[in-house]
């Protein structure tokens, strides 16, 4: 096994949520169905008929709620793995108390269910009085109903044994290395959730918009141990949030920086290719000037001067920050993808220039900033916990 592959493993563990749902369905059978005369029904291997409900969908609903409110909250800070989730190890306990809350919740709305199975089925009965023979001969009992209903969850460690066949270890190690692509693949779904349901054709959003962004921003850095460009994605996000007003509503140029974020986070390619090219631009810069003040010679003051002054002279800009993210040789999908890598660049490529002229700047430069105010006051925290939610 690969070191960078022992690494990922001791540092996530593996939740697998088990959750049995009762159908309250059973097989439509020819002699259920009353048919006219001459009519015929077409053979099996050409179609088949179906199913029949046994009672009202609705009491099942419940249920169901659970079991993707169980993965969602698994999906918060990990990725799916080998038919469970892949939890970063410092996030199991949150996860292990929420799911045992879900559990009981579970279990008091088993208890409701069968106590009014009976009456559930009666109703349903009633609903239908033309079908009541096919259904009354179908119902299961409340006791083979109630193994029907379950949910529990397990937390385990993944390891390989000591003695495995090259193909064993070659097949997990492959499971393991698609984890980063599963990881941007959830983060594009929540992203393209964001754009369609709350910021495509907006003059302005609410704060709540920024909940499904600082969601997808703590799983990138949660998980940023699976693909060393997440990083700066992560600190592009945080760039971002450090910029939007504290209070009030948010549109104008901050709107559409949010937009052109989940624009490129929508993007599984584009955000690797972002992360990527962050990476490959930063380090150059770093080595150089380090190179440049270690080999610096003290003892000739008049030399070394010039030396630094090209140096300075010749140094990026940072318009070609993104060079070589987008290759000519790749068409973009479409003109609003490009337009909001723009956004992003450009805003870059203004922090960057920033940051060069900050030893410049005096304090009554500081009113050339632009304050962002807008009216009306929202309630962050109860936005936090309202049940508003961007996963399917």
């Not at 909940?211 to 592009?236: E, Q, W």
């Not at 509503?249 to 390619?269: N, R, Y």
Request: proline share 5%.
């Amino acid at each position: 096994m690969s070191h960078e592959t022992q690494v990922i493993l001791d540092r996530v563990v593996l939740v697998k949520v088990e959750a049995n749902i009762y159908g309250a369905r059973k097989k439509l059978k020819k002699e259920d169905l009353v048919l006219a005369d001459g009519s015929k029904l077409p053979p099996e291997d050409l179609a088949s008929l179906g199913s029949k409900r046994l009672l009202d969908p609705d009491k099942l609903t419940v249920f169901n709620r659970l079991k993707k409110e169980a993965e969602r909250i698994c999906l918060r800070v990990g990725t799916r793995f080998l038919g469970g989730f892949a939890v970063p190890v410092e996030s199991a306990a949150s996860i292990t108390a929420e799911l045992e809350r879900i559990a009981l919740d579970f279990a008091a709305a088993k208890t409701e269910f069968i106590a009014g199975y009976d009456a559930a089925v009666t109703d349903w009965v009633v609903r239908h009085p033309e079908f009541a023979g096919i259904i009354e001969q179908a119902v299961d009992s409340v006791e083979f109903v109630s193994t029907r209903l379950s949910f529990d969850f397990l937390v385990v460690s993944v390891g390989l044994p000591d003695s495995l066949p090259p193909a064993d270890v070659a097949r997990l190690e492959s499971k393991i290395g698609s984890l980063s692509e599963q990881m941007f693949y959830e983060i594009s779904v929540e992203a393209n959730q964001l754009i369609e349901q709350s910021l495509l054709g907006k003059e302005q959003v609410t704060r709540n918009a920024l909940r499904p962004i600082r969601r997808m921003r703590d799983k990138l850095d949660g998980l940023g141990f699976l693909d060393h460009r997440v990083a700066p994605v992560v600190s592009t996000i945080d760039d971002l949030l450090a910029r939007i007003p504290t209070k009030g509503a948010i549109e104008g140029s901050v709107l559409q920086e949010i937009l052109a974020t989940a624009m490129l986070l929508s993007d599984p390619d584009k955000t690797r290719r972002h992360g990527e090219g962050l990476l490959a631009t930063q380090l150059p810069v770093v080595d150089e000037t380090e190179e440049v003040i270690e080999h610096a010679e003290p003892e000739l003051p008049a030399v070394a001067t010039p030396v630094i002054a090209e140096i300075v002279s010749d140094s990026p800009d940072f318009t070609d920050l993104f060079d070589g993210i987008f290759d000519d040789e790749i068409e973009p999908e479409s003109v609003s993808e490009d337009w909001a890598l723009g956004v992003l660049l450009d805003k870059s490529q203004a922090d960057a220039a920033t940051n060069d002229s900050d030893e410049d700047i005096k304090p009554d430069d500081q009113s050339d900033l632009v304050a962002v105010t807008a009216d009306g006051d929202d309630d962050e925290d109860a936005a936090e916990h309202s049940d508003q939610d961007y996963w399917f």
